[in-house]
C-alpha cells in the first residue's frame, strides 16, 4: 500500500534545461512534503520541503509545487547539472516520514 | 566531521546468525530512526527513538531490536538473520520528534546468505 508514489523510475535531461520529477501521495493527513535527493553508497540527504499550508517553495534552482486538492507534488530543477544526477527521493509525514521508491534523474552534459 | 555514521558499510553473514548495525550522530539530536531500504528500493521506517525511549516500531519482526544506550547512539541487533533480511539499513536523526528533516547515514549493506 504505497502511499506516496513516484512513478517514473527514471529521467533524462539535457544540462541547461528543466527537469520536473513528479510525486502523488493518498493520505490527505499528510502535512509536510520533503525531496531527498540521493547519490550512489550515501545516505539520502535534504533538498527542499514545503508544508501543506503553501503551494509553493523555492530555494536557489530547486522549486517545489504542491496541488492538494489532485494530492500531487513536483520538484522542478532549472538549469538542470549534470552534478544533478542522482536517486530523488519524495517523502510526506504526518509523522512518520513516508518515501517514494525515488527516480533517478539523469542530466545530460 | 561525519554527521551521523554506521558501522559496518558492508556486512556478509550466513542465515541464522546475530548480527548487529551501530549508529551514531553528533548532530546533538534527540531523535534517532532506522529505515530499511528492500531490493524494490523502498525506503521504510522501522524504529523511531526519541531521547533513548522507543516511539515507533513499525511491524518488525522481533528479531529486530534497536537499542539506545544514550542520545547519540542507537545500534540495531538483529538475531537469526533470514535471505530476506537482505537490504541496506539507513539510520537517520532528526533536532526532535516529529523533526521533518532527517539527517541520514551513509548506510549499511546487509547480505545474508
Known amino acids: 500500500d504505497q502511499q506516496v508514489k513516484q512513478n517514473s523510475p527514471s529521467l533524462s535531461v539535457q544540462e541547461g534545461r528543466i527537469s520536473i520529477l513528479n510525486c502523488d501521495y493518498t493520505n490527505s493527513m499528510f502535512d509536510y512534503f520533503l525531496w531527498y535527493k540521493k547519490y550512489p553508497a550515501e545516505g539520502p540527504t535534504f533538498l527542499i520541503s514545503i508544508s501543506s499550508i503553501k503551494d509553493k517553495n523555492e530555494d536557489g534552482r530547486f522549486t517545489v509545487f504542491l496541488n492538494k486538492s489532485a494530492k500531487h507534488l513536483s520538484l522542478h530543477i532549472v538549469p538542470s547539472q549534470p552534478g544533478d544526477s542522482a536517486v530523488y527521493f519524495c517523502a510526506a509525514t504526518g509523522p512518520p516520514l513516508v518515501f517514494g521508491k525515488g527516480t533517478r534523474l539523469s542530466v545530460i552534459a | 566531521d561525519t554527521a551521523v555514521s554506521q558501522t559496518p558499510k558492508y556486512l556478509v553473514t550466513q542465515m541464522g546468525n546475530d548480527k548487529s548495525i551501530k549508529c551514531e550522530q553528533n548532530l546533538g539530536h534527540d531523535t534517532m530512526y532506522w529505515y530499511k531500504q528492500d531490493s524494490k528500493k523502498f525506503l521504510k521506517i522501522m524504529f523511531s527513538?526519541?531521547?533513548?525511549?522507543?516511539?515507533i516500531n513499525e511491524t518488525v519482526p522481533n528479531r529486530f531490536s534497536p537499542k539506545s544506550p544514550d542520545k547519540a547512539h542507537l545500534n540495531l541487533h538483529i538475531n537469526s538473520l533470514e535471505l530476506g533480511d537482505s537490504a541496506v539499513y539507513f539510520c537517520?536523526?532528526?533536532?526532535?520528534?516529529?523533526?521533518?528533516?532527517?539527517?541520514f547515514g551513509p548506510g549499511t549493506r546487509l547480505t545474508v546468505l
Open positions: 527513538y526519541n531521547n533513548k525511549e522507543l516511539i
Open positions: 537517520a536523526s532528526s533536532p526532535s520528534l516529529g523533526g521533518t528533516e532527517q539527517f
